[in-house]
C-alpha cells in the first residue's frame, strides 16, 4: 500500500492512528475478520483491519459455547462467519445479587418496597447477563489475545431478545454497508505537504493567498496577481515523453492550475475575506479588511443611522447595515464580509455591540 | 473448544450435495415433522416452487417445544444418514416463527455477495489480513 506512510513493519506509524475514526469506534466487523486482523508489532492489543488500527469491536451472535467462573463468563459467539471467545465479567451488582439472594427479603403488603424492586431490577439485569447456547449476544469491548486465541474483553454485554431475528436481519443487511464505507476503504491522511488530495489543496491555497494578503497589505487584486504563488500545488507531471508527441488526455497543469485558483477564490469570498466591487468583465477583487473605503462607508452607516431615534437604543441590527452598504456602497457586499468589517470595527473600538447583530457608536 | 462457525445456508442447498459433510451450518425452515422417538425433525422450504425438506437430528437439542408449521433455526453439523442423506445434527434449535423469510434470504445473498466480491477483487482486506 502506500509506501512511504507504512513504517517497515508495514503498519501505519502509531502517531496517526488517533487520527482513524475507526481507531475510537467500536468496529462492526465479522468474527472472522477479527481472529485474521493481524496485531500490531508495535503495541500489542492494536490490530489491523485493511491498515486501520483497531482495538475494540462491537459483535452480535449466537452463543455456541459457554461456561462460568466465579468471576466471569466465557461465551463463545457465532455470528455466521467465525466463532470468537468473549470473556464476560460479572459486575459488582451481580456478586451482590448471588449474596442477597442467600438472605430473605421481606415479603410487602402490596405497597411499593424497594428492597423487592430492586431485588427484580437485579434479577432482570442477571438473565440479561445469563446466556444458554442458542441464545443471542451482542458484546462489545476490547480484542485481546491470550495464550494464542484471540478473545473480547467484553466492556458491555447483554443478550438480545430476537424473537423473529429483526435485530440479526438488521444486522446482517447494515454490516456489509459499514466494510464498504468506512472499512475496506483506506485511509486518506496526507501527514506531508504533498497535496495529493483536492480538499487539502484547496485548504493550502487559501491559506496561501491570505498569508499574501497579509504581508504586502494587498488591498485589490486579479485572479492573475495570485496564480502563480498556487503553481506548487500542482503535481508536475512527469516530463518523460518526448516533447514532440501529443499531449496525455485529462486536465492539464494549467488547467488544474485555474480551476484551484477559481475554487480557492469562491472560498475566500464564502468567507467574507475578499469581494468583487463591481461585477463586471474586469475580474477585481477587493481584500475585505484592506478596504479603507468600506470600512468608511460602515462607519458612517452606523454613525448616521444611530441618530435616528428607531436605532438610538439598540442600534442598528447586522441586516439593517448590510442592505444600507449595498444601497449606499456597492450591491456585491456579504454578509461575511460585512461582519469581518465590523469584527475590525469593533476591534479598533470604532463601534460597539450592543447585542450579538446590533451596533452603535459613542 | 469452540465449534466452527455455523454459515448461513438454504435448505435447497443441503440436499443438492452444495454442502459437505462434516461442515456447519445454519438454515431456517418451516418444522413439518417430528419423532420424538426417534429424534428426527424436518424442516421444510419452498423455493423455486418446489418443496425442499432437510432432516434434523434433534437429539441435543431435546427436549424442544415442537410446534407444528412454525419457522425454526437450526445450527448445527451435516451428516450422511443411510437411508436419509444429508441430516444435520443441531447443537441449537430456535423456534422464530414470525419471522420475514424473504428479508432474511436477501440478506443471507447480501453477505454472500459482499464476501464473493471481496475474494474477487484483489482485496486489500485479505492482502492486510495475512500479511506478516
Redesign the interface.
Same mark, same amino acid.
Given at each position: 500500500?502506500q509506501a512511504p506512510t507504512m513504517d517497515p513493519?508495514?503498519e501505519p506509524p502509531s502517531m496517526l492512528w488517533g487520527l482513524d475514526p475507526i481507531f475510537s469506534a467500536f468496529a462492526r466487523l465479522y468474527?472472522?475478520?477479527i481472529l485474521?486482523?493481524?496485531e500490531s508489532t508495535q503495541v500489542p492489543g492494536i490490530y489491523?483491519?485493511?491498515?486501520h488500527p483497531i482495538y475494540k469491536v462491537d459483535v452480535l451472535g /449466537?452463543v !455456541?459455547?459457554q461456561r462460568e467462573r466465579e468471576d466471569f463468563f466465557c461465551y463463545?459467539v457465532?455470528?455466521? /462467519?467465525? !466463532?470468537?471467545?468473549c470473556l464476560c465479567w460479572k459486575n459488582d451488582l451481580f456478586k451482590e445479587e448471588e449474596n442477597s439472594s442467600k438472605s430473605s427479603v421481606k415479603p410487602s403488603d402490596g405497597g411499593f418496597n424497594p428492597g423487592s424492586e430492586l431485588k427484580k431490577l437485579r434479577q432482570a439485569q442477571q438473565s440479561r447477563c445469563r446466556l444458554e447456547?442458542?441464545e443471542l449476544l451482542r458484546v462489545r469491548g476490547p480484542v485481546k489475545t491470550s495464550r494464542q486465541q484471540r478473545e473480547i474483553m467484553a466492556s458491555c454485554f447483554y443478550k438480545v431478545n430476537d424473537?423473529?431475528?429483526?435485530v440479526q436481519?438488521a444486522w446482517?443487511?447494515e454490516?456489509?454497508q459499514l466494510?464498504?464505507q468506512c472499512?475496506?476503504k483506506?485511509l486518506q491522511l496526507q501527514p506531508t505537504a504533498t497535496g495529493e488530495s483536492a480538499v487539502s489543496s484547496i485548504g493550502k491555497a487559501t491559506n496561501i493567498i491570505k498569508d499574501f494578503f497579509k504581508q504586502k497589505s494587498v488591498s485589490r487584486f486579479r485572479p492573475y496577481d495570485v496564480q502563480d504563488l498556487l503553481q506548487p500545488l500542482i503535481p508536475r507531471q512527469p516530463q518523460t515523453a518526448p516533447a514532440d508527441q501529443e499531449p496525455v488526455a485529462g486536465p492539464s497543469a494549467c488547467q488544474q492550475l485555474r480551476q484551484l485558483l477559481k475554487d480557492a477564490l469562491k472560498i475566500l469570498q464564502d468567507e467574507g475575506i475578499v469581494y468583487r466591487k463591481v461585477k463586471s468583465q474586469d475580474e477585481l477583487y477587493h481584500v475585505t479588511a484592506q478596504d479603507k473605503d468600506l470600512l468608511i462607508a460602515v462607519k458612517d452607516i452606523i454613525r448616521e443611522d444611530c441618530k435616528r431615534e428607531k436605532y438610538a437604543e439598540k442600534g442598528c441590527h447586522i441586516l439593517h447595515i448590510l442592505s444600507a452598504v449595498r444601497q449606499r456602497y456597492s450591491l456585491n457586499v456579504s454578509r461575511a464580509a460585512l461582519e469581518l468589517v465590523l469584527k475590525s470595527l469593533e476591534c479598533n473600538s470604532d463601534v460597539v455591540s450592543t447585542s450579538d447583530s446590533h451596533y452603535t457608536v459613542f | 473448544m469452540l465449534p466452527a462457525a455455523a454459515v448461513f445456508h438454504f435448505p435447497w442447498e443441503i440436499n443438492s450435495g452444495e454442502v459437505q459433510e462434516g461442515l456447519s451450518v445454519r438454515l431456517l425452515g418451516r418444522l413439518v415433522c417430528y419423532q420424538p422417538e426417534e429424534s428426527r425433525a424436518t424442516l421444510s422450504a419452498q423455493h423455486a416452487s418446489k418443496e425442499h425438506q432437510v432432516v434434523v437430528h434433534t437429539l441435543f437439542v431435546e427436549p424442544f417445544n415442537p410446534i407444528i408449521g412454525a419457522q425454526y433455526i437450526v445450527l448445527g453439523e451435516i451428516e450422511n444418514a443411510e437411508g436419509v442423506g444429508a441430516m444435520v445434527r443441531a447443537r441449537v434449535l430456535n423456534c422464530v416463527d414470525g419471522v420475514n423469510v424473504a428479508l432474511l434470504q436477501k440478506a443471507t445473498n447480501e453477505q454472500r455477495s459482499f464476501f464473493r466480491e471481496r475474494e474477487h477483487t484483489p482485496g486489500d482486506a485479505e492482502q492486510t489480513a495475512h500479511a506478516t
Open positions: 500500500m513493519a508495514g468474527v472472522r475478520d485474521q486482523m493481524t489491523f483491519y485493511n491498515s /449466537t !455456541v459455547y463463545g457465532d455470528d455466521g /462467519t467465525g !466463532v470468537i471467545n447456547i442458542g424473537p423473529v431475528m429483526a436481519i446482517m443487511m454490516v456489509p466494510y464498504r472499512y475496506d483506506p | -
